[in-house]
């Protein structure tokens, strides 16, 4: 069955604002009972808000390369850049939550816990935004619309 494009874009929407409204309720929890604070949930949380700001990165970009406008492509080529650094660091903090289970098994009994900032430093900065810009900036140089901003 062939979708038309009208559909499934609105099927993208549809998932991305149920996606949103679930996330932020689910941070709201997490932030507003002081009694879920421990470090399993607030890298739980961390996750969570990756998602949350790759939903509206996405729904933004999306909504932005429709657009036949100069400056509105601008924008979505740096999201599209923004977008990349967002599904990096979904996977580093879903390597951080298994990071944290391991250690939680392995080394029960040990005193020398991980703390934060160490995983916040692995979650947010592993994925830096420098290590795309060059991958990023080939491809957007070969376009010429994207280059100039009018078709060629």
């Known amino acids: 069955v062939l979708?038309?494009?009208?559909?499934?874009v609105t099927v993208y929407y549809v998932g991305y604002g149920i996606s949103l409204i679930a996330l932020s309720l689910a941070l709201w929890i997490f932030i507003y009972f002081k009694e879920l604070r421990c470090l399993r949930n607030?890298?739980?949380?961390?996750?969570m808000f990756t998602y949350l700001l790759l939903d509206i990165t996405w729904i933004c970009t999306a909504k932005l390369q429709s657009s036949q406008?100069?400056?509105a492509n601008r924008i979505a080529c740096?999201?599209?850049i923004f977008l990349t650094y967002l599904m990096g660091t979904?996977?580093?903090w879903m390597f951080v939550e298994g990071l944290y289970l391991?250690?939680?098994v392995v080394k029960t009994f040990t005193v020398d816990n991980i703390k934060m900032y160490v995983y916040a430093l692995i979650g947010w900065e592993s994925k830096n935004v420098e290590?795309?810009?060059p991958k990023q900036d080939t491809t957007v140089e070969q376009d010429p619309y994207v280059r100039s901003g009018r078709p060629e």
């Open 102 to 104: 391991f250690i939680l």
């Open 90 to 92: 979904n996977f580093f």
């Open 131 to 133: 290590q795309d810009l």
């Open 69 to 71: 406008n100069y400056i």
């Open 78 to 80: 740096f999201l599209t």
């Open 42 to 47: 607030t890298i739980h949380a961390n996750l």
């Open 3 to 8: 979708w038309d494009m009208r559909d499934a």
